[in-house]
């Protein structure tokens, strides 16, 4: 009497020993959506597919990843065309003002970092994170600033930022 074993799905493996899955989402340091990656078994099981970040490549799951682009892609046009316009916005701005408590000649007691310039441009009505503004340092003394800002999707911008000392209250 011959009994059947019944074989479950494996996941392929790749050159290297890893899984092979195929990204549902763009992950840094590791592919674009739609890639093939070979990732250790691990991190493919305990993260990527739970997260829905990553699926096996069946035939059916490539179909289904064939329509999803489709969908993503029309949405990020649609983002860009929006980051496009908010550059636009920022360009055309005359710049904001920044109050800082500060010393007689200038120093500021404390900094003006990335989180202020951010709230400065919300409070003007302009979306940005705290993310997308790109300074080398914080900014120290009192004066007139040019920050770049990287919205996204490689489409930077720059405002001027002028950092001056707040009047005491009395």
Do not use: C, W
Request: net charge positive.
């Amino acid at each position: 009497m011959a009994t059947k074993i019944k074989q479950r799905n494996q996941i392929p493996k790749g050159p290297h020993g890893g899984m092979q899955l195929v990204l549902l989402e763009d992950i840094m340091h590791l592919g674009k959506q739609g890639d093939m990656v070979e990732v250790k078994s691990g991190y493919g099981r305990n993260y990527l597919v739970p997260r829905g970040l990553a699926t096996v490549p069946t035939a059916h799951n490539l179909r289904l990843l064939d329509r999803f682009k489709i969908r993503v892609k029309q949405a990020r046009d649609a983002r860009v065309a929006d980051l496009k316009n908010l550059a636009e916005q920022i360009s055309k701005m005359a710049g904001i003002t920044i109050e800082v408590n500060a010393s007689e000649d200038g120093h500021l007691y404390g900094s003006v970092g990335p989180a202020d310039v951010s709230k400065g441009l919300k409070a003007k009505g302009i979306p940005v994170d705290t993310d997308m503004v790109k300074m080398e340092g914080h900014v120290k003394e009192t004066g007139l600033y040019e920050i770049k800002l990287n919205l996204g999707y490689e489409i930077e911008s720059a405002v001027k930022i002028a950092v001056v000392r707040g009047q005491e209250k009395k």
